[in-house]
């Protein structure tokens, strides 16, 4: 049995283009991410770009976010989320990580910013 790899159109502003490879990295993985070919985890590890950072960049393209538990899973796996493991439940439908924050994550800024 064979398999067919849809092929996708990816458009990379002259910007991008001209700011280097960082900053095409950077689109390419807000497109794939966008049209759910990547993972989150996926797209910001091919932006280089830490979790908060990918976040910020989401918000600032104004991309909806859709961080699965596979996702989080995924960064858990990879030890992309703090060396203290957090405590993920579910609690009415919701998933609920409970873990510490980094020392100089200041959280209003970061919720300003996702806005």
């Known amino acids: 049995m064979s398999q067919f ?4 159109n990816l458009q990379i502003s002259p910007d ?5 490879e960082e900053a095409i990295r950077q689109e390419l993985a807000l497109h794939l991410y966008a049209q759910n070919i ?3 985890s996926q797209a ?14 989401l918000g600032q393209n104004q991309i909806e976010r859709h961080y699965t538990e ?3 899973a995924q960064d858990i796996e ?9 405590n ?9 990580v409970e873990g510490e924050l980094p020392e100089n ?11």
């Open 16 to 20: 991008s283009l001209n700011q280097g």
């Open 38 to 40: 990547f993972t989150f």
């Open 5 to 8: 790899i849809q092929p996708i």
């Open 88 to 96: 993920i439940y579910r609690k009415e439908g919701v998933l609920v």
């Open 105 to 115: 994550l200041n959280v209003n800024a970061f919720i300003d910013e996702l806005r």
């Open 44 to 57: 910001r590890h091919l932006a280089n770009l830490s979790v908060w950072e990918f976040q910020k960049l």
């Open 70 to 72: 596979a996702d989080l």
């Open 78 to 86: 990879i030890n992309v989320l703090p060396l203290n493991q957090p």
